[in-house]
C-alpha cells in the first residue's frame, strides 16, 4: 500500500504541474507584446573582466591568500549576478523567437529560428556555469572559465539584432549594452 | 449508474475510442497524418484495439481467459503505439533546436533508464491482488507502463518549460492529453494492483479511467482541429530606449 501511496503522490504532482503550464501557456497570450520590454541589458565587459583568469591571476599575486579568497569570493558572486540575468533574457528570447517564427515571413522565421537556437545554447551554458560558480564558490583556488557563456551571449546579440532589425529595420533588440 | 455493464460504462468505453476512429479520419482528411504518423496510428489501431476488447467482454461466448488473452495484446499494443508518440512529441518539441536536441536525447535515455528500473522494482514489489496470474499480472503491467508513460512525458514538460520552449498547438494538445491520461491511469491502477480492492471500489476505479481517457480524446480534437483563437499572434515590440548606444556599443564589441 506504500507503494501505492508514493505513485498516487507523484502522480498527481505531475498532474498539477502539466495543469499549470497548460494554463500558464493560455495566459501568455496577453503578455506577448511586452516579452522585450523585459530584457535586462548587460554590460559585456565588465562580465569579460570577471571570467578573465588574467585578472584572477594578478589579483592572486597583488593579494595575499585570505584576501584574495573573500575578492574572488565577491567576483564570483557578481559573476553569477551576471550570468542569472543573460540566463533570464535567453528564456525571453527563446519566447520571443518561438513567436516570430510562428509569422508568415520566411526571412523573419529563419532569423527567429537562429535566435531561439542561440538563446537554448546561452541558457543550457548559463546553467551549466551557474553550477560552475557555485562550485567555485565553494573552491576559491578553482580555476574559472566562463567563456561559453560570454561565446554564447557574443552570438545571441548578433542574432538578436539580426531579427529585431528584419521585423522592424528602424528598431533593433538590446541585450547587452555598457554602463 | 456507476456499475459494470450500465449504460454509462457502455458509452464510457466505446465513444471516446469511436470519438479517436472518428478524430483519425478528420485528421487523414486534413493531412495531419503526414505531420503526426505515429498519432495518427496510435488513434487508429489504439482505438481498435480498445474497441477489441471492449468486444471480448461484452460477447458471452467468449470465456474469461480469452477475455485476457485480449487485454493483455491490447496492452502491449497501445503500450508500444505510446511509447513511440512520446518519441514523436519529443521529435517535434526539441528537432527543430540542434543545440538542444541533443543533451535532451542523451537525457530522456537517462531518466527512460531510470523508470525503467523504477517500474520494474515497483513491480517486482507489487502486492498480487488476483490469484490468477492473468489478471494481477495485467494490473502490474498497467502500473508499469503508466510509471515510465507518465515519467517520460513529465521530463518533456519539464525540460521544455525550463527552457521557455512553447511548442506548437497540436503537439502541445496531444502532449497535454497523453500526460493528464497517464498521470490518472497511474495513479489508479496503482491503487488496483497495490490496493486490495473490493469490486465496487474498482469499477469505481475504472469508471474514473473511462471518463478520464474520454476527455483526453476530446483534448486532442480541441487542439487538433479547433484554429486557435489567435491565429496571429501580435508582433512583439522592440524596447526602443538606448538605440544608438545600443548599435554603437554593440556594434563595436562584436567586431574581432
Same mark, same amino acid.
Request: proline content about 4%; glycine content about 6%; aromatic content about 10%.
Given at each position: 500500500?506504500?507503494?501505492?501511496?508514493?505513485?498516487?503522490?507523484?502522480?498527481?504532482?505531475?498532474?498539477?504541474?502539466?495543469?499549470?503550464?497548460?494554463?500558464?501557456?493560455?495566459?501568455?497570450?496577453?503578455?506577448?507584446?511586452?516579452?522585450?520590454?523585459?530584457?535586462?541589458?548587460?554590460?559585456?565587459?565588465?562580465?569579460?573582466?570577471?571570467?578573465?583568469?588574467?585578472?584572477?591571476?594578478?589579483?592572486?599575486?597583488?593579494?595575499?591568500?585570505?584576501?584574495?579568497?573573500?575578492?574572488?569570493?565577491?567576483?564570483?558572486?557578481?559573476?553569477?549576478?551576471?550570468?542569472?540575468?543573460?540566463?533570464?533574457?535567453?528564456?525571453?528570447?527563446?519566447? +520571443?523567437? /518561438?513567436? !516570430? &517564427?510562428?509569422? #508568415?515571413?520566411? =526571412?523573419?522565421? $529563419?532569423?527567429?529560428?537562429?535566435?531561439?537556437?542561440?538563446?537554448?545554447?546561452?541558457?543550457?551554458?548559463?546553467?551549466?556555469?551557474?553550477?560552475?560558480?557555485?562550485?567555485?564558490?565553494?573552491?576559491?583556488?578553482?580555476?574559472?572559465?566562463?567563456?561559453?557563456?560570454?561565446?554564447?551571449?557574443?552570438? +545571441?546579440? /548578433?542574432? !538578436? &539584432?539580426?531579427? #529585431?532589425?528584419? =521585423?522592424?529595420? $528602424?528598431?533593433?533588440?538590446?541585450?547587452?549594452?555598457?554602463? | 449508474?456507476?456499475?459494470?455493464?450500465?449504460?454509462?460504462?457502455?458509452?464510457?468505453?466505446?465513444?471516446?475510442?469511436?470519438?479517436?476512429?472518428?478524430?483519425?479520419?478528420?485528421?487523414?482528411?486534413?493531412?495531419?497524418?503526414?505531420?503526426?504518423?505515429?498519432?495518427?496510428?496510435?488513434?487508429?489501431?489504439?482505438?481498435?484495439?480498445?474497441?477489441?476488447?471492449?468486444?471480448?467482454?461484452?460477447?458471452?461466448?467468449?470465456?474469461?481467459?480469452?477475455?485476457?488473452?485480449?487485454?493483455?495484446?491490447?496492452?502491449?499494443?497501445?503500450?508500444?503505439?505510446?511509447?513511440?508518440?512520446?518519441?514523436?512529441?519529443?521529435?517535434?518539441?526539441?528537432?527543430?533546436?540542434?543545440?538542444?536536441?541533443?543533451?535532451?536525447?542523451?537525457?530522456?535515455?537517462?531518466?527512460?533508464?531510470?523508470?525503467?528500473?523504477?517500474?520494474?522494482?515497483?513491480?517486482?514489489?507489487?502486492?498480487?491482488?488476483?490469484?490468477?496470474?492473468?489478471?494481477?499480472?495485467?494490473?502490474?503491467?498497467?502500473?508499469?507502463?503508466?510509471?515510465?508513460?507518465?515519467?517520460?512525458?513529465?521530463?518533456?514538460?519539464?525540460?521544455?518549460?525550463?527552457?521557455?520552449?512553447?511548442?506548437?498547438?497540436?503537439?502541445?494538445?496531444?502532449?497535454?492529453?497523453?500526460?493528464?491520461?497517464?498521470?490518472?491511469?497511474?495513479?489508479?491502477?496503482?491503487?488496483?494492483?497495490?490496493?486490495?480492492?473490493?469490486?465496487?471500489?474498482?469499477?469505481?476505479?475504472?469508471?474514473?479511467?473511462?471518463?478520464?481517457?474520454?476527455?483526453?480524446?476530446?483534448?486532442?480534437?480541441?487542439?487538433?482541429?479547433?484554429?486557435?483563437?489567435?491565429?496571429?499572434?501580435?508582433?512583439?515590440?522592440?524596447?526602443?530606449?538606448?538605440?544608438?548606444?545600443?548599435?554603437?556599443?554593440?556594434?563595436?564589441?562584436?567586431?574581432?
Amino acid at each position: 500500500m506504500t507503494l501505492a501511496i508514493v505513485l498516487v503522490i507523484a502522480a498527481v504532482l505531475s498532474l498539477v504541474f502539466i495543469l499549470r503550464i497548460t494554463v500558464s501557456r493560455s495566459l501568455q497570450v496577453s503578455g506577448d507584446s511586452k516579452l522585450a520590454g523585459h530584457l535586462q541589458p548587460i554590460d559585456v565587459e565588465a562580465f569579460r573582466n570577471l571570467v578573465d583568469p588574467a585578472e584572477d591571476e594578478y589579483l592572486r599575486r597583488r593579494l595575499s591568500l585570505r584576501q584574495f579568497r573573500l575578492v574572488r569570493r565577491e567576483r564570483l558572486r557578481a559573476t553569477a549576478a551576471y550570468v542569472q540575468v543573460a540566463r533570464r533574457n535567453a528564456a525571453l528570447l527563446v519566447h +520571443i523567437g /518561438t513567436i !516570430a &517564427m510562428e509569422g #508568415g515571413n520566411e =526571412q523573419i522565421a $529563419a532569423a527567429a529560428q537562429s535566435l531561439v537556437n542561440d538563446a537554448l545554447l546561452l541558457r543550457r551554458n548559463a546553467t551549466y556555469a551557474i553550477l560552475k560558480i557555485y562550485i567555485a564558490r565553494a573552491l576559491p583556488n578553482w580555476d574559472l572559465s566562463g567563456s561559453p557563456v560570454l561565446n554564447s551571449y557574443e552570438r +545571441i546579440t /548578433t542574432s !538578436a &539584432m539580426l531579427l #529585431g532589425r528584419l =521585423q522592424n529595420p $528602424a528598431v533593433p533588440v538590446r541585450v547587452s549594452a555598457r554602463y | 449508474m456507476l456499475q459494470a455493464h450500465s449504460i454509462l460504462w457502455h458509452y464510457l468505453w466505446v465513444a471516446p475510442n469511436a470519438l479517436l476512429g472518428v478524430l483519425a479520419i478528420i485528421a487523414w482528411r486534413r493531412g495531419l497524418h503526414k505531420q503526426f504518423p505515429i498519432f495518427f496510428a496510435f488513434a487508429i489501431i489504439g482505438s481498435g484495439a480498445q474497441l477489441s476488447v471492449y468486444a471480448a467482454d461484452v460477447i458471452p461466448s467468449v470465456p474469461a481467459e480469452t477475455f485476457w488473452r485480449v487485454f493483455w495484446a491490447g496492452l502491449l499494443v497501445e503500450a508500444l503505439l505510446k511509447f513511440s508518440l512520446i518519441g514523436e512529441i519529443f521529435a517535434h518539441v526539441f528537432g527543430p533546436y540542434p543545440s538542444l536536441a541533443k543533451l535532451g536525447r542523451l537525457l530522456i535515455r537517462g531518466v527512460g533508464m531510470a523508470l525503467v528500473l523504477s517500474a520494474t522494482l515497483a513491480a517486482a514489489y507489487a502486492q498480487q491482488d488476483s490469484p490468477y496470474w492473468i489478471i494481477a499480472g495485467a494490473h502490474i503491467l498497467e502500473q508499469t507502463i503508466y510509471m515510465i508513460e507518465c515519467g517520460l512525458l513529465l521530463f518533456i514538460f519539464l525540460f521544455s518549460a525550463y527552457f521557455r520552449l512553447s511548442s506548437s498547438r497540436p503537439v502541445f494538445g496531444i502532449a497535454l492529453g497523453l500526460g493528464i491520461s497517464s498521470c490518472v491511469h497511474l495513479a489508479n491502477w496503482a491503487i488496483a494492483a497495490n490496493g486490495g480492492l473490493h469490486a465496487s471500489q474498482r469499477t469505481a476505479l475504472d469508471f474514473l479511467n473511462m471518463a478520464t481517457y474520454h476527455a483526453c480524446v476530446l483534448i486532442w480534437f480541441y487542439y487538433l482541429l479547433v484554429p486557435p483563437k489567435f491565429a496571429t499572434k501580435s508582433a512583439v515590440s522592440i524596447p526602443e530606449h538606448n538605440l544608438e548606444i545600443w548599435n554603437r556599443e554593440l556594434e563595436r564589441f562584436l567586431q574581432p
